[in-house]
Nanobody
Framework: QVQLAESGGGLVQAGGSLRLSCADSGRTFSNDNMGWFRQAPGKEREFVAFVSWSGVVTYYADSVKGRFTISRDNAKNTVYLEMNSLNPEDSAIYYC????????????WGQGTQVAVSS
């Protein structure tokens, strides 16, 4: 059973950094490709970053390329999103999920973690 839990969000000033974490207490996802997604108020949920099951392949949405880094530690069953040079447009609720390319694999989502960037 998928039980995703995201953490690490908060309020930061523009230019600041945050590190998000995602764990699944219901299953191991060491064999899954994983992704980060985000949803801002009034907008559709969108793809942010992808990491393959091995951690070797990563890619990003154009809007975060060069500023965000996705990684994973399969021994800890955890996926991370390092976010640098944050700007107010990055403000959203951030979610993780198993991923197929830039789409979420599971229909079930965790509660997400709120990121707010002040100007």
């Amino acid at each position: 059973q998928v039980q995703l839990a995201e953490s690490g969000g908060g309020l930061v000033q523009a230019g600041g950094s945050l590190r998000l974490s995602c764990a699944d207490s219901g299953r191991t996802f060491s064999n899954d490709n994983m992704g980060w997604f985000r949803q801002a108020p009034g907008k559709e949920r969108e793809f942010v970053a992808f990491v393959s099951w091995s951690g070797v392949v990563t890619y990003y949405a154009d809007s975060v390329k060069g500023r965000f880094t996705i990684s994973r530690d399969n021994a800890k069953n955890t996926v991370y999103l390092e976010m640098n040079s944050l700007n107010p447009e990055d403000s959203a609720i951030y979610y993780c999920n198993a991923a197929r390319d830039k789409a979420a694999l599971f229909g079930s989502w965790g509660q997400g973690t709120q990121v707010a960037v002040s100007s």
